[in-house]
Every structure is written in structure tokens, then in C-alpha cells.
């Protein structure tokens, strides 16, 4: 009799073991899905250098973006400021601004459309006003190296500053324009960044624009990060009584959102 008692204990325990062990979730877990991308993100910076002494020397320079990502769109509205002045004589002064509308077509490709304004006296550009549209590609998509490349074309609406008794020239014209950008997050809290343009006259082709801005950006926190920037603009065909380059150096605290 205690034999067929632990017989049928044995078999009851065998029993339960197999009706866990089938109940019980597979292994390894799934992971769960990564949060959704932002609808509404952007960003701030804000650089500002004195001295005094032998040379008073001020520069003030800030810019704003923010981008809106109902995918597959992105659209985003760019802005900038420089002002720079040295024992009260201004040496700098420029703007721009930027509205843009991407569509993914592909996981790489895209196409947009957009408009900018750049003004740069010291440049000899009183206003530079653009629209284009065209093509991307993602070259390069992660997760540390990242690089698209566009081309497009517009048209342009181009008033530079000349000397007395001239004035102002206004022409308008076509264009295309071609660019790169590239991004290199080196480490989990800084990155490099290198973004090129071009911008080519048809009607008048030794009149072309490159504009280059590189960057080095390291987080403090998960709002606020250090830039260190370089920005040129080099003009094939400037106007008379100016050079064909102009260069700004910045030092700032960047601030996304």
C-alpha cells in the first residue's frame, strides 16, 4: 500500500513539473519596444566673448532650431545670429534663417523642399534669398557614423552692397545646389559634426558660394551641452571692395529640448 502511495505521489509531482515548466514564458525574455521618436524636439545655443585691456572686443552669436517629425516628415525652421565689434568699430555682423520640409521615400531616400535667407554685410551680401527642392540619400546611418548627400535646385533673389555711387544690385537668378553632411558620434556623450553646401549661378557660373560648418559638441547633462564651432563662407565672385572669405570661431553652451 505505501508503495502505490508513493507511486502515485511521484506521478502527481511529475505531473505538476511538466505543467509548470509549459506554462512558464520562454527565455530569454522579449525586450520591450524602444520609446516612440519625439513629435516636437529642437535646440538653442548661445556663444558670447569680452575682452578688454589693450583691445575691446566683443562678439555675441546665437541660433535656434526646431523641427516637427510626423513621419514620414520633418520639418524644420532654422535661425542665427552673429555680431562682433572690436573698440567699438563692427568688424561682424550676419543672419539667417531656414524653412525646410523632408519626406522619407525609403528607409535612406528622401526628398524636400525649403527656402533660406542669409544676409552678411561684411560679406558684401545685403540679402540672399533661395527656394530649391530635390533629393537625399543616407549614405552612412549609424550607429556612429552618419552621412546623407542632396542635390536640388531653385532659384535665388541676390542684393549685394556696392560702392558709392552704385548702391545696391539686385539680380535674380537660378541656381542648383549640392551638400553634405556628415556626423561622427565618437563617444556615448560627444560628436563631431561637418556640414557643406554649394551654391552655383547658372545664369552667371563663376558666381558660386561654399558655406562649412564643423563642430565638436560634448553633453554635460541630457539638456545641456559645450560647442566649439568654425564657420566659412568663401564667395568665388565677391564684390568689389571685398574679400572672397569669411570665417567665424565660436565658443557656446547648446541647449536641446
Given at each position: 500500500?505505501?508503495?502505490?502511495?508513493?507511486?502515485?505521489?511521484l506521478l502527481w509531482l511529475t505531473a505538476c513539473g511538466a505543467a509548470l515548466a509549459?506554462?512558464?514564458p520562454p527565455c530569454p525574455c522579449p525586450?520591450?519596444?524602444?520609446?516612440?521618436?519625439?513629435?516636437?524636439?529642437?535646440?538653442?545655443?548661445?556663444?558670447?566673448?569680452s575682452t578688454s585691456g589693450n583691445t575691446d572686443t566683443t562678439?555675441?552669436?546665437?541660433?535656434?532650431?526646431?523641427?516637427?517629425n510626423p513621419k514620414p516628415w520633418l520639418i524644420t525652421l532654422k535661425g542665427g545670429y552673429l555680431y562682433s565689434q572690436t573698440d567699438g568699430i563692427v568688424t561682424a555682423e550676419s543672419s539667417f534663417a531656414s524653412l525646410r520640409a523632408n519626406r522619407d521615400i525609403?528607409?535612406?531616400?528622401?526628398?524636400?523642399?525649403?527656402g533660406g535667407y542669409l544676409r552678411n554685410t561684411f560679406s558684401g551680401i545685403d540679402s540672399l534669398w533661395s527656394i530649391d527642392g530635390g533629393a537625399g540619400y543616407k549614405l552612412f546611418d549609424g550607429p556612429t557614423q552618419f552621412l546623407k548627400a542632396e542635390g536640388g535646385a531653385g532659384w535665388s533673389s541676390e542684393t549685394d552692397i556696392f560702392p558709392f555711387p552704385i548702391g545696391n544690385v539686385t539680380r535674380d537668378y537660378a541656381n542648383i545646389r549640392a551638400a553634405l553632411n556628415y556626423k561622427w558620434q565618437f563617444t556615448k556623450s560627444a560628436a563631431f559634426t561637418n556640414d557643406f553646401t554649394y551654391l552655383l549661378d547658372l545664369d552667371d557660373t563663376k558666381n558660386y558660394f561654399i558655406g562649412n560648418k564643423a563642430?565638436?559638441?560634448?553633453?554635460m547633462s541630457k539638456i545641456f551641452a559645450l560647442q566649439a564651432s568654425w564657420t566659412l563662407l568663401w564667395r568665388n565672385q565677391p564684390v568689389p571692395g571685398f574679400g572672397h572669405t569669411d570665417t567665424a570661431t565660436a565658443v557656446g553652451i547648446v541647449a536641446a529640448f
Open positions: 500500500m505505501k508503495r502505490l502511495m508513493r507511486a502515485i505521489l509549459q506554462e512558464a525586450e520591450p519596444p524602444p520609446p516612440p521618436d519625439p513629435l516636437w524636439f529642437g535646440k538653442v545655443n548661445f556663444s558670447f566673448l562678439s555675441i552669436g546665437g541660433a535656434a532650431e526646431l523641427n516637427y525609403t528607409a535612406r531616400f528622401y526628398v524636400f523642399a525649403g563642430a565638436i559638441t560634448v553633453d
